[in-house]
């Protein structure tokens, strides 16, 4: 009988020791997928431009050759900036560090995302290296408050012969 209660009770007590060992283990890959959570830093493309283009009519920044068309969609609407990004390409991963992202994208070029992704805006941070103008960052912020323009509204813009 004393042999049973022993027995019991050292099963009672790996069973025990198993679940905390579970529970311990559970808690430790919660906290490492945590840690492992990706920071995506996003950035509104139009304010890239406009910051450029203050820093070349400054002229601390050389000239980038873009079509008129091209240039109207980087300003209002949501074309590419990869050549103005170029300009600023060594302080990219010191501004990344800075602001804690681990990858940094267009805001207009997420297509979908998981809901436990994190964002964070670090336009204000990727437009710095460029030091515009706080006249200059007023108009910035004031196009960013304001929805890019369509695919089809630039079409009508270019359509329509108006200056662009």
Same mark, same amino acid.
């Given at each position: ?13 790996? $069973? ?35 910051? @450029?283009?203050?820093?070349? !009519?400054?002229?601390? !920044?050389?000239? $980038? ?15 590419? $900036?990869?050549?103005?990004? +170029? ?24 297509? @979908?995302?998981? &809901? ?5 805006? !670090? ?5 710095? &290296? ?13 196009? !960013? ?15 329509? +012969?108006?200056?662009?």
């Amino acid at each position: 009988m004393a042999a049973k209660k022993i027995s019991t009770s050292v099963l009672a007590v790996s $069973v025990m020791l198993t679940g905390l060992a579970l529970l311990v283990g559970a808690e430790t890959a919660e906290k490492a997928e945590k840690a492992l959570q990706v920071v995506v830093g996003t950035f509104d493309s139009r304010a890239v431009k406009l910051a @450029y283009d203050s820093a070349k !009519m400054a002229g601390r !920044m050389p000239a $980038v050759e873009v079509p008129k068309p091209i240039e109207f969609r980087q300003g209002f609407g949501t074309g590419d $900036v990869s050549e103005y990004l +170029d300009q600023i390409r060594d302080e990219i991963p010191k501004i990344a560090q800075k602001t804690g992202v681990d990858v940094i994208v267009s805001k207009w070029d997420i297509e @979908y995302h998981d &809901p436990n992704v994190k964002f964070v805006d !670090m336009t204000e941070a990727l437009i710095q &290296p460029f030091k515009p103008t706080e006249e200059r960052i007023k108009i910035i912020r004031d196009v !960013m408050a304001k929805p890019p323009l369509t695919e089809k509204q630039i079409r009508e813009l270019e359509a329509s +012969d108006k200056e662009i």
